[in-house]
């Protein structure tokens, strides 16, 4: 007869104990699939497990309030949520005077409310953390030789305080694209709808003066309650993202120019198999890739989630995002 594994044979109140010392969400994750027994632990105490591991995860480098305002405004927009979403950039702004309030809000925006947002919240952090790419990519400032840049100060090393400014930012810029913009599409294909303030186009084809309002709002809402240093974070990190973009993109249409100049055909249906084609009607023969030279910006706008996303993706579904993405 077998004896029993060390790991089951413990009391679940130990087991729980142990699972309140797990330092990350891998370490949990591994241990919680590998024993039935923390399995079962697990599923006693999750929300509370959770909940700890997610303010210890928050706590050293960044405001917990910044990343809920994230995840909260995916859900909203400027144009189909006025009212909440002018809400939700207030009660952020305001959030070290609830911060004291003796009764709390219905919905705090210095706790999560319930499960699901705790998972959002950490499924958020781990993005976060995607992006110390950040210290070895950082995009070099023109003042600075290349060689100077690459050999003495890459990878970058960020204090405590520049840590937490450059995630405070990385924040900010997703906020301001999940309420003031967007990824979609009009029907006509011709402008996204992040690209409203550049334009000076709404996204119902309304006239110029309602798009300048929304801008306006914007800027009082959103842009109004910073300080001007805070600004020039979001500034780097839109750099940042830049950078990345023009990267992947260069790699699309390198790709796709190899591809032309071995074989005879103009047209990429003519030479790709069906499952290789690009999104129908994006992008047809090479001409059309010059959408991506006019597309950094554009994309970088999409916001840091988006960029997230499309790094975690195969090659050929990474491709087609983009392509679908610098459609004009």
């Known amino acids: 007869m077998y004896a029993e594994p060390k790991l089951e044979s413990l009391p679940i109140e130990l087991n729980i ?3 309140f010392r797990v330092p990350d969400g891998d370490t949990l994750q591994s241990l ?15 929300e509370e497990l959770l909940k700890s591991l997610l303010k210890e995860q928050y706590t050293e480098f960044l405001d917990l309030a910044e990343a809920l305002i994230a995840v909260r405004s995916k859900i909203l927009h400027f144009t189909a949520q006025r009212e909440r979403a002018i809400a939700l950039p207030d009660s952020w702004r305001r959030r070290n005077e609830t911060r004291e309030l003796s009764k709390p809000l219905p919905r705090s925006i210095h706790e999560p409310d319930g499960l699901e947002e705790i998972i959002d919240l950490l499924h958020f952090h781990r993005m976060l953390n995607f992006f110390e790419d950040f210290l070895v990519h950082a ?3 023109p003042w600075i030789q290349a060689a100077q840049w690459e050999n003495e ?4 090393r960020l204090s405590c305080c520049e840590k937490q400014r450059f995630l405070r ?14 990824a979609e599409f009009r029907r006509d294909h011709d402008m996204k709808v992040w690209q409203i303030g550049e ?3 709404s996204i119902d084809g309304s006239s110029e003066s309602s798009a300048g309002t929304i801008v306006k709002e914007a800027y009082k809402l959103f842009y109004g309650t910073m300080l001007p240093w805070e600004h020039d974070e979001m500034g ?18 390198d790709d796709l120019r190899q591809l032309m100049k071995r074989t005879p055909c103009d047209n990429f249906w ?12 994006a992008i047809d023969c090479e001409s059309d890739l010059i959408h991506f030279d006019r597309q950094f910006l554009g994309l970088a706008g999409l916001g840091p989630e988006f960029l997230y996303r499309i790094l975690q993706m195969d090659q050929l579904s990474r491709r087609n995002m983009i392509i679908v993405n610098t459609r004009s």
């Open 199 to 201: 334009t000076g186009r």
């Open 270 to 281: 003519d030479i790709l198999p069906m499952e290789q084609r690009p999104p129908l009607g």
């Open 139 to 141: 995009p070099r400032p």
């Open 32 to 46: 919680v699939l590998a024993s039935p027994g923390y399995h079962h632990a697990y599923l006693v105490v999750r």
């Open 236 to 253: 780097s990190v839109f750099g940042y993202l830049i950078s990345k973009i023009a990267a992947i993109c260069g790699e699309v249409t």
């Open 17 to 19: 104990l142990i699972l």
């Open 169 to 182: 930012a990385l924040c900010r810029f997703q906020v301001l694209r999940n309420i003031f913009g967007d």
């Open 153 to 156: 100060l890459l990878p970058l």
